[in-house]
């Protein structure tokens, strides 16, 4: 039982480049949450979904794409990368909600030169 | 000024000492809090989770609202190396489907054998 999985681990992008960051989860939840993590910024929202084939934007959607075809696939997308988006993006899984409990994935760790 | 604000640290604390951490926030609305641990290079863990007012208590970890006056912290005691982490708080307004969570930015604790 891996919970929730995030590939690739690291990753270096060139400005203007395009990349998708995959999380996958096993624990069957509903609700999946792409977060991105900068110092002293805490963790900030960048789209979420409540289900299969739904997605909504979260507190910083610009510049990401995001997909859920597939109930235990959450897909983030960079169309364009920008040094902007250096970041640790980690993605998240609930069962109801926001407020219950969040498990996340280890991390992705992107850097745009 | 940010929703959530949270002390960066790093907090420094002797083994066996009782750690106190907060965060304050402005938002009068949120209802749900929760306080979340991340260890270096990890994603966050569910810590404790309290709703509205008062004082919550599980094992060595007591969480405290008052939203009086904005505030909420988590005590630690008998504090262990183990312990040594990032403490992230987080809330939220009503317990729906499309909420959201809010993050502090995280303390850094280390607490010293």
């Known amino acids: 039982n891996a919970g929730v999985t995030q590939t690739p681990k690291f990753r270096v992008l060139k400005t203007g480049q395009s990349m998708t960051l995959l999380c996958a989860q096993d624990?069957?939840?509903?609700?999946m949450y792409w977060y991105r993590q900068d110092p002293g910024m805490g963790l900030r929202l960048i789209h979420y979904s409540v289900g299969e084939g739904t997605t909504a934007k979260g507190e910083v959607p610009d510049g990401y794409n995001v997909s859920r075809l597939k109930k235990q696939n959450f897909l983030l997308g960079l169309e364009s990368a920008a040094p902007s988006q250096t970041s640790v993006y980690f993605c998240?899984?609930?069962?109801?909600?926001?407020?219950?409990?969040?498990?996340f994935g280890p991390g992705t760790r992107l850097t745009v030169l | 000024q940010k929703e959530v604000e949270q002390d960066p640290g790093p907090l420094s604390v002797p083994e066996g000492a009782i750690v106190s951490l907060n965060c304050t926030y402005s938002n009068s609305a949120f209802q749900y809090f929760m306080w979340y641990r991340q260890y270096s290079r990890k994603g966050p863990e569910l810590l404790m989770y309290t709703y509205s007012s008062g004082n919550k208590e599980d094992g060595r970890f007591t969480a405290q609202v008052d939203k009086s006056s904005k505030y909420i912290s988590l005590f630690i005691r008998d504090s262990q190396p183990s312990d040594s982490a990032t403490y992230l708080c987080?809330?939220?307004?009503?317990?729906?489907?499309?909420?959201?969570?809010?993050f502090g930015g995280g303390t850094r604790v280390l607490v010293k054998p």
């Open positions: 998240a899984i609930s069962l109801q909600g926001a407020t219950d409990t969040q498990y």
């Open positions: 624990m069957n939840h509903e609700y």
């Open positions: 987080a809330m939220s307004p009503i317990k729906a489907a499309g909420n959201k969570l809010t």
